[in-house]
């Protein structure tokens, strides 16, 4: 076979895995030395390295995931020119210094790229290299070691930016961010496509993975070289924890990594000149590229038409069908990037495990430079199997971008540069979706619900109205009832209504709190506080009676949507709030909660989703019915009237277990009933019976024991009696006379006064105490 001499040829990998106890600084990897490291490696695998180093005329080093973030912040200083210092310590002369694009597409697209410099007789020699080093960036936090990877020398640099971003403005307003927010997506749309339930889709993801993490149980290089079965996978537990529905945490791809790899590229002709072996030689045989639409754009989230015209166009400008390749490396951040590519191609992956490292999840995801490592794996291979043709598809952003590239040990007699030109025209000639942000009525497509520590943090679906335009919505802020019940259904293909409201779209759930026989898709339920409806008022019921009714996160949390809700409902014009059983209202914040060191965060909306509220324009009566205590009674002075039994017992005791009534109390108590009496009572934690509270101007009435709910019916009665129109206007009138007296900023300037008083002695001393039902021992410390 005659070669064209200038045809492209791969001579020189190099791959380099660290891990690092966090302890010593100087043995700290950072990215600029694994590449260097892995730099050295690619140049002494040549088998020539000196030669060879001496014709490098480019070198181009991926972008790390932190510079390819606009405004990221650097904590331990970041290179300036990663290519030009790269290029110093290795002693090279180079007439380009590039750092690349953002993308996972990058390794590929620049391998595409070089081989027709390389062919053009543009480029002498080219290293590619890229390197993460994120796990030694978390440890060094975790251990307080102060790292310096601010090394940089001077020199030209074609710095090719940020590019396109990868998310609109409409899609990061309605609740797509993250890889991890925005992936489910595809994956909720692919299971629905293949009609395959939650489960059945869950166990297919993981016995995908299960074969994979086997792959990287092989791999010398791997981060996480440890066999995972589909059992363990597809389980929630401690070490494989909710991420975001449909993924647990070894579904996506981990970027706690140590990696660096470097790849060499010359001619056909440089290399015989230079001496290195032609037994290492790999040839690029076919090779394309394209980038899609953003996507809320795409016509179908289950499928990616530049995955599909990509591998289309690197498989038959390769000259090899897809049953002829039996080295396959498909980009594997998440397993519906998998599944699309392989269904694309007509791959069997039970047969043919897609991957030569192990993927994302277990080799390990250094950022955009993950397919940086799948060529050189492949490299290897190939060598090992010279009959043999591998396949690399590299993926940027959110299915954004794709580069392909098919390589064999065999040479290609033809080589000459390829164009992607006509695949891309083909992509951008596709109609975009048209997207809405108004209030309408849509079907499901595809979703989202997002994990905090195993709690359900945010969530989306993507919709489509009855004239095939696509509306995406994000549930509302600390809703974290309609989260779990998104969460675990199975919403698409539902009708669901979307509200529009500040430039944001909202999902709307289908129930009604506080309704019985409201509709049952996705009906939201409350674990510690009731709600029903009695005609125009909303009677909610804090549902903790063996707690004394006091309220920790999850219960902030429920009573933050059901107050959300009332003030959106026009059916309902007012609230009564009580608490469940004969002995107490609510006793406050449930200190035992915090002494065991529980979630302590609340909504925005404030302690029980109401003391902070300061937009309410529906008043609220407090049915004190019995004790009110702490938090307790912060609540009742939130509300505009208060009913209280006769026997109730109300207080500001925080003071006694070194805590202060941060959640209003103090601020409205003294507004209410005067500096001087709320004084007193704040600084002594007194206790004060019905009578009392009446005559200082803290209730309204005195109910006989007993009937406090009652007694508040009848007033919430009198007040519907009158127009509802009016009593709004009225309250509105009230919020205005509250922001002049800045009571908001008041409550603002609790926020590092409290965060000091959570960091003293007598504040741990104080919840412990009472949980430990023993005498405080305070040292004001």
Known sequence: MTINPRTPVLIGIGQVTRNWDGLDAKAAPSPLSLCLEAAQAAL???????????????VAVVRTNADSVAGTKHPYGRCANPPATL???????????????????????????????????????????GAEAIAAMKAATRGSVRLDWSRSVEGDLEDRGLGKRLLSEYEIANGLAMPTQTYPAFENALRARLGHSREAHLDMMSELWAAFSEVAAQNPYSQFPVTRSAEFLKTPSKEN????????????????????????????????????????????????????????????LSRSLPMELVLKQTLETSGRPAAEISLVDLYSCFPCAVLIAAEAIGLDWRKTVPTVTGGLPFFGGPGNNYSMHAIATMVERLRAAPDAYGLILANGGFLSKEAAGVYSAQPREDWSPISSAE?????????????????????????????????????????????????????????RATLAALAGGDPIGAAVRIEHQDGVNYFVPTDRIGDPAGDTFLRRSFKYVTAERRGHVLEVTFNRPDQLNALHSAAHFELHEIWDEFERDPDLWLAIVTGAGDRAFSSG?????????????????????????????????????????????????????????????????????????????????????????????????????AAEALSLGIVNEIAPAGETLAAARRLADRILANSPSAVRASKQALNKFEEIEALKEAL???????????HTHDFREGVTAFAEKRAPQWTNS
Request: net charge negative.
């Open 44 to 58: 002494a695998d040549c088998g020539a390295a000196e030669a060879v180093a001496s014709t490098i005329d480019v």
């Open 241 to 300: 924890y909710r991420v975001a529905e449909p993924y647990l945490k070894w579904h996506v791809a981990q970027d706690a990594v140590n990696q660096g790899a470097a790849v060499i590229l010359t001619s056909v002709e440089e290399a015989a000149r230079l001496g290195v072996d032609p037994a290492k030689w790999i040839y690029l045989h076919g090779y394309a590229q394209a980038a899609d639409k953003y996507v809320s754009e795409r016509a179908d």
């Open 423 to 479: 695949i891309q025209a083909a992509i951008d000639a596709v109609p975009a979706v048209p997207l809405r942000s108004e209030s309408l009525e849509a079907t499901i497509e595809s979703y989202t619900v997002t994990y905090r520590q195993d709690v359900p943090d945010r969530g989306y679906v993507f919709a489509r109205a009855a004239d095939g335009s696509r509306i995406l919505a994000r549930v509302r802020p600390d809703h």
């Open 589 to 689: 914040n449930d200190l035992k909660a915090t002494a065991r060191g529980g979630d302590m965060s609340t909504p925005r909306s404030g302690f029980a989703g109401i003391c902070s509220r300061f937009d309410r324009e529906k008043p609220v009566i407090a049915a004190v019915n019995g004790i009110a205590m702490g938090g307790g009674l912060e609540i009742a002075l939130a509300c505009d009237l208060a009913v209280v039994d006769e026997r109730a017992k109300l207080a500001l005791p925080e003071v006694r277990v070194g805590l202060y009534a941060g959640a209003g109390g103090v601020q409205r108590l003294t507004r209410q009933i005067g500096r001087k009496a709320a004084m007193e009572l704040i600084l002594t934690g007194r206790h004060i019976d």
């Open 748 to 758: 603002e300037a609790n926020g590092p006064i409290f965060g000091r008083l959570k």
């Open 87 to 129: 290029a110093a310590d290795l002693g090279l002369n180079v007439r380009r210094a590039i750092h690349s694009a953002v993308g996972g597409d990058q390794p590929q697209a620049l391998v595409n790229e070089f081989a027709e410099a390389i062919f053009a007789g543009e480029a002498r020699s080219v290293l590619l290299a």
